[in-house]
């Protein structure tokens, strides 16, 4: 199978190295002649920066930023017609896609990467969805080759995802960001919470969060959520967090 | 330095075994004679669990719950007078044990003890309070034996210490729980967001959290945001927070 890469980012890149050990990498494509050169250099791949010199292949992966996934699309629709092509995308719907092939799918690899840190893939989820099933056993092929953690998700439930993963990481770091402020305000060594930070997040690995909730307001503690919220005066922020996320706890656990 | 405790659960019990490397331990006082007599075993002290057959030592350590604390204080006053009282915790003030003794401090060790688990007590961080300036020493003394995390905290900063772990931990816990149960729901699997969650966390062992903050609210991309809080409609404290926490991390960083 012959696969070409559009896009030479940290995803582009990862990918490339990783299918590059089971499939032969014909091109790269980047807009920036250069980028493309550094990558396909890696993967023994010829570099282009006009979609017209792309050649026929079996896969095209658009692993670009991605707000610039559609309008790629639309470009690549001239050259790639009848190849399977691919988006790399959480957050995009599969029909984006729709211009360039009736072949198309998503190859979601749901992991932070960075071009200088080296990345087991086959630790990495890889979250699949194909728009006509007969192409389902062809992207199986592929992301088998990658990872043992294989998922079949439609758009709506990778939208689902990232959603829930604003919610459970941007915002507990944000909340992490709170405390350390008022910490410092009452001249207090964030430091001394960090372990307990840690040892919070690590204790869901292996226990439903709902089953380890701790704190004044899952005991019914009423006496320390109303000092609390007197302690919390004058900073109107931190004293509405409080109360809704007091409540949603008492809430959470009444049933 | 002649030592009794006051209590026999968790944290009169770690702390009876550590101290006893370095000090005599008298007595432990407990209303359960036999729970008493289990730690009195362990480190060679007489169990008791009647106040009036207290003998006369240099610190008692009042290591029972919190809401019992200041009770007894009180019941101690009349055999603890001129002694050095302490109790453990974090979230009471050292006013409450003004009736025993005009000796009055704080040891309060930050970490989480369940009785079958060893802690390694130099690494759990010490708050110390003193009522009396001269009383800091012998304190000092008693909590250097322990741990070399020791820091010298108001009942005032205990208390915001308290009230900032609310809000980064049990907060946080909860968040995982509403993400959680939001992908049950859409029929994701949980277990994809767990590295996340854990990466997410031990990143600010290292960083300031507020200089590693990601997602689209501090991206400014508002058509996420909007995609997002569409797909709330019908949730409406998921809505309320994820528009709270968004605002909050886009002011946090306008600045």
Chains 1, 2 share one sequence.
């Not at 199978?1 to 490339?16: D, P, Q, R």
């Not at 791949?45 to 979609?51: E, L, Q, R, S, W």
């Not at 658009?62 to 399977?84: C, G």
């Not at 459970?168 to 910490?183: G, K």
């Amino acid at each position: 199978m012959k696969i070409s890469l559009i896009g030479s980012g940290n995803v582009a890149t990862h990918l490339a190295q990783a299918l590059n050990q089971h499939f032969a990498i014909v091109q790269i494509f980047s807009q920036n002649l250069v980028h493309a050169e550094q990558l396909a250099g890696l993967v023994g791949a010829h570099a282009i920066n006009d979609v017209s010199q792309l050649e026929a292949v079996d896969v095209y992966i658009v692993a670009v930023s991605d707000r610039a996934i559609e309008s790629m699309a639309d470009q690549l629709a001239p050259y790639v017609q009848h190849a399977l092509v691919l988006h790399t995308s959480g957050s995009v719907d599969i029909d984006v896609l729709k211009n360039a092939s009736t072949h198309t799918g998503v190859l979601y690899p749901l992991q932070t990467f960075s071009k200088a840190k080296q990345v087991d893939f086959a630790q990495v989820p890889l979250l699949l969805e194909v728009a006509i099933e007969s192409d389902r056993e062809k992207l199986q092929h592929i992301a088998s080759t990658l990872s043992t953690r294989i998922y079949h998700y439609s758009s709506a439930q990778r939208r689902s995802l990232h959603l829930a993963a604003v919610i459970a990481c941007n915002f507990s770091n944000y909340l992490y960001t709170l405390a350390n402020d008022y910490l410092d305000e009452q001249q207090v060594d964030f430091d001394l919470l960090k372990p307990l930070i840690v040892e919070t997040a690590a204790k869901i690995s292996h226990h439903a969060p709902h089953s380890v909730q701790t704190g004044p307001a899952v005991r019914g503690d009423l006496a320390v959520l109303d000092k609390h919220f007197d302690m919390l005066t004058d900073k109107a922020e931190l004293q509405q967090l409080y109360e809704l996320m007091s409540q949603g706890i008492i809430n959470r656990h009444k049933a």
